[in-house]
Each structure stands twice: as structure tokens, then as C-alpha cells.
């Protein structure tokens, strides 16, 4: 399953790596000489900026992917990220040569044979690499490169042992279904009260009703599978209810098992147990997991050890900047940060960065400062403003921080979560005049809301309402024609939220 995670990733990158890379380096579709530029050495092994772009770019989509849109700091902090990913993974690449850590032929064959397993034909796992943009040759190319990469774990985490008790217990899965009954609250009587409900609903519950109940009653997402969860293991869920579904036989129901969240009633409609061919072929595999899992700190702290026995250099400002931020090296950090504003005066993100540096060396005046010019670089970005409205704040120049979030609220009229953040800022300064100004934002922001539902629901009414009809029908009468009867068809961001003050003088209709 590892591989097809690695062609999964492969393809969320890698067609549109090279165009986003070009993108930075001006739009040719020819990468430009700077490209190959040196921005840092490892061992006098060179990382050049396309290496860090392209590993940039990688690390931006899974972020994105992960988690929605980043702010423009992010994107900043990702580079940054992207470099310590380059360095360790340059590391990695010289212990494998240095210890002649290699991957035969057939090792590869046995790994793309089992990915191709996966798929119903070897035309279709062909068609989704062309879709995915990755050439059998580089397929190859990666499953090699990880295979060396387990060969060196192996080898580090060669000392840690595995018992058979673990072998086993890493095997063994429950498929189990569950009834959830959440309490409404955090008081103990709301807890009392879910239990009471719990228990009432164990008296009911049979192997045969189960699903049919956990689909009526049921808090849990899992209600409209009759609360199927598929199978565990031991250590992926929360102990109170590992520990009760593994203790089940096959069709029996445990009594109500509270956990952080709620009250539990299990059943268990499958056991794999450790025995047979398969969990003899599984060993192997089975005890490489365990031991990676119980040497994770192990392979951690062998890479920083690594790091420090190796000679690496930054060769550019900005990253130099970075890493004494970082190293909480403040002085530092802002002597590379001004380097890094005279080679890029337009990158507004620098600015804040350098902003940060003087406020951790006490100097809130000219961080301010620096603020405002990244806010003239970048005035679309409602984050900075929100950032500099804080420090105006700290500043105790309340007017000004509050123009800030305004401004910064105006840029975001669709974003409900920034709105109501920028208007508990105004109303924690209580300056609730000005609130009144973004909650006029948040009652705009709910009327399109509820525009929009009225209008989908307007149209599912008149779907439902065309399907009656067409319905209710009646089919038309034959009509008698001579000499035959004939029947006519019928048609048819420094950002941090702030708690709401318990009273204000006018609230917005949505809670944060």
C-alpha cells in the first residue's frame, strides 16, 4: 500500500511541478542560468534554486491539499522548510553511497509487480502513470530510492527487537460496528444523562437491530452505515474502546463503554486472528513496521547527529535570515533579513520577518514600521493589516488599530471566519461604533448566504414539485382512428482570535 501512496503523491505534484517552477523563474519555458545557482552546500555537495524551488512547490500543494489556502508568512516559513527537507534528504543520499547501500533489479521487478497487482490490468496501471505524468522509467527510479532508504533504516534500527506478542497484536484486526451517544454537554449531569440513554439503548439492541438502531440513534458520522467502522487495530483508537472491541467475540455486544467521546455500545462482526499463511508471510513485513515505529526517535536523532557532524552553508540571505529566526539569533536574523530587502525590495513578506526580528529585541516601534511598508507592498493581504492592527494595539495607539482591522475586514467580505475575528478585535477594544462597520459585513455576508440557500432550496421545490406532476399524469387516451387503434406515446494571520466580550451593544447574527 506504501507504493500506491508514493504514485497517489507522484501524481499530485508532479504535472504541475515543472510549469510552477518555470512560473518562478519568469514565465520561459526554458529554465534561466540563476536557476542553477548554488543556495547551499552540504558536504560541498551543491542544493542549487531550482532544487529548492521544485521541493518548495511539493511541499506548498501537499500543504494546500492538506489544509486549504495559506497565508502569504506560510508560504515564506514553506521555503524555508523546503531547504531542511533538501539538506536532510542530501544527507541521506551520501550515507547511502558512503555505506554502498544499493537495490538489485529484481527487487525492483518484485515491487512494481506488486503495484501492478493492485490495479485489474497492466493496461491500466500503464494508463494511470501517463494520467499521473510519471514514466515507468521514474517510477522505477523512485521505488529503488526507497528501497535503499529501508535498507539503511533496517540497518540503523537493526538493535531494536520485536516480540512475538508484537507480531501478533500488530496483526490481529477487529471489524466492528458502533452506536455513539454523545453528551450534550460537559456538566456530570450531562454525562449521567447519556449513559441513562446508552443503557437504555443496549436493552434494545440484538446482532439482528443493530445497524437499524445505530442508523436512528447514533451521534457518530457513522450512523448512515449503521454504524460500521470497518476493521481496527490495537493502537489506532482511542484505549477504552480498543480495549473493549478486541475483548468481543464475533455477533456479541458490549455493554456502554465511555470514552472522551461519549458512550460507546460495540459489536464485532469479524476477527483476523494471527494465524495462517498469510500472517506467516506478514512477518517480515510486520516486524519492519514495529521496529520503525519503536526507533522513530532513533532514526530522528541519528539525522541530527548527522547534521551536526556535516558542514552545510547557506549561501543565501534570505534562508541565512530564517534560520537565526530560528536560532532565535534575532540581531542576526535582521542583519540578512535588510540583505534579503535589498535583493528582493518588492517581496512584502521580508518586511514582516524583519518586523519580527526588532520585536523580539524589544524595538516595537520599528517593527511597526517595517509592518507598514510590507502592508504598502502587499495592501490585498488582510493579514498583515490584522498583524499591524496588533501592534498598534500594543502600542496603545488604539485608532490606528482599529482603521487596521476595518481595512482588514473590507478585504474579506466572503470570509466569515476573518470577519468575526476582526470584529471580537474592534469589540474587545470596545469601540463598538466602529464594530458596527464589519457587523454591517457579517449581516451582508448572511443575507447572500441565505439568498443563495432560499435559491437551492427554490429549485429543489421546483424539481420536486415538476416530478409530481409528471408523476400524477394521466395517460392520454387512445384515440379510435380507422382503420386501427393507435396509442400516442406520453412525453415526459502576529494573528491570534480573540474571545467575543459576554455583552456588546449590538452583536452579528453568526457566533464565531
Known amino acids: ?50 532544487d529548492l524551488y521544485v521541493a518548495y512547490l511539493r511541499l506548498v500543494q501537499q500543504m494546500e491539499y492538506e489544509q486549504g489556502g495559506l497565508t502569504g508568512r506560510t508560504y515564506e516559513a514553506l521555503r524555508y522548510q523546503a531547504m531542511e527537507n533538501l539538506i536532510d534528504s542530501v544527507l ?90 454523545r453528551p450534550e454537554g460537559s456538566t456530570d449531569e450531562d454525562w449521567a444523562a447519556a449513559e441513562q440513554k446508552a443503557w437504555e439503548i443496549y436493552n434494545q439492541v440484538t446482532p439482528e437491530n443493530f445497524a437499524e ?11 448512515s452505515q449503521g454504524g460500521e467502522l470497518g476493521y481496527i487495530y490495537r493502537g489506532k483508537t482511542v484505549p477504552e474502546f480498543e480495549e473493549a472491541a478486541f475483548a468481543l467475540g464475533v455477533g456479541e455486544i458490549s455493554e456502554p463503554v465511555r470514552s472522551t467521546y461519549g458512550y460507546h455500545i460495540i459489536t464485532v462482526t469479524d476477527r483476523i486472528e494471527a494465524e495462517g499463511e498469510d500472517f506467516e508471510n506478514s512477518r517480515e513485513q510486520l516486524a519492519r513496521e514495529i521496529r520503525l515505529e519503536k526507533g522513530a526517535e532513533d532514526l530522528s536523532n541519528w539525522l541530527a547527529e548527522q547534521r551536526k557532524a556535516s558542514d ?86 488604539i485608532d490606528q488599530a482599529v482603521a487596521q482591522y476595518i481595512k482588514a475586514a473590507e478585504l474579506v467580505p466572503n470570509d466569515i471566519f476573518a470577519l468575526l475575528t476582526l470584529y471580537y478585535s474592534v469589540t474587545g477594544l470596545e469601540r463598538w461604533d466602529d464594530a458596527k462597520a464589519i457587523e454591517k459585513l457579517i449581516e451582508e455576508y448572511q443575507e447572500r448566504q441565505n439568498a443563495l440557500l432560499q435559491g437551492q432550496d427554490a429549485t429543489e421545490a421546483g424539481e420536486e414539485e415538476a416530478a409530481e406532476e409528471t408523476a400524477e399524469e394521466p395517460a392520454e387516451e387512445q384515440v379510435e382512428e380507422e382503420p386501427e387503434l393507435v396509442e400516442e406515446e406520453a412525453g415526459g494571520g502576529p494573528n491570534s482570535e480573540e474571545e467575543a466580550p459576554a455583552e456588546a451593544e449590538t452583536e452579528p447574527a453568526a457566533q464565531e
Open 1 to 50: 500500500m506504501k507504493y500506491v501512496i508514493i504514485i497517489v503523491l507522484a501524481a499530485m505534484v508532479g504535472g504541475g511541478i515543472w510549469a510552477a517552477a518555470v512560473s518562478f523563474f519568469g514565465g520561459s519555458q526554458t529554465v534561466p542560468a540563476e536557476a542553477n545557482v548554488a543556495v547551499a552546500k552540504v558536504n560541498g555537495q551543491t542544493i542549487s534554486l531550482y
Open 92 to 181: 541521506v543520499q551520501q550515507e547511502l553511497n558512503k555505506r554502498k547501500i544499493s537495490a538489485s533489479k529484481a527487487e525492483v521487478d518484485a515491487v512494481v509487480k506488486e503495484l501492478v497487482s493492485l490495479f485489474e490490468s497492466e493496461e491500466d496501471f500503464k494508463k494511470q502513470l501517463a494520467a499521473s505524468g510519471i514514466s515507468e522509467e521514474s517510477l522505477r527510479a523512485q521505488m529503488e530510492y526507497q528501497l535503499r532508504i529501508e535498507k539503511l533504516q533496517d540497518q540503523l534500527l537493526a538493535h531494536i527487537s520485536v516480540t512475538e506478542d508484537e507480531l501478533r497484536e500488530a496483526y490481529e484486526r477487529v471489524r466492528t460496528s458502533h452506536i455513539l451517544i
Open 213 to 223: 438502531l445505530a442508523a436512528e440513534v447514533s451521534d457518530d458520522s457513522t450512523s
Open 312 to 397: 552545510i552553508v547557506l549561501m543565501e540571505s534570505r534562508l541565512n535570515a530564517f534560520a537565526q529566526m530560528q536560532a532565535e539569533n534575532y540581531e542576526d536574523a535582521a542583519h540578512y533579513y535588510k540583505l534579503a530587502i535589498e535583493e528582493e525590495p518588492d517581496n512584502p513578506y521580508l518586511y514582516t520577518f524583519l518586523g519580527d526580528a526588532y520585536y523580539e529585541m524589544g524595538d516595537l516601534q520599528t517593527a511597526t514600521e517595517q509592518y507598514k511598508l510590507a502592508v504598502e507592498k502587499a495592501p490585498e493581504d488582510y493579514t498583515l493589516l490584522y498583524s499591524l492592527g496588533k501592534l498598534y494595539e500594543e502600542a496603545e495607539d
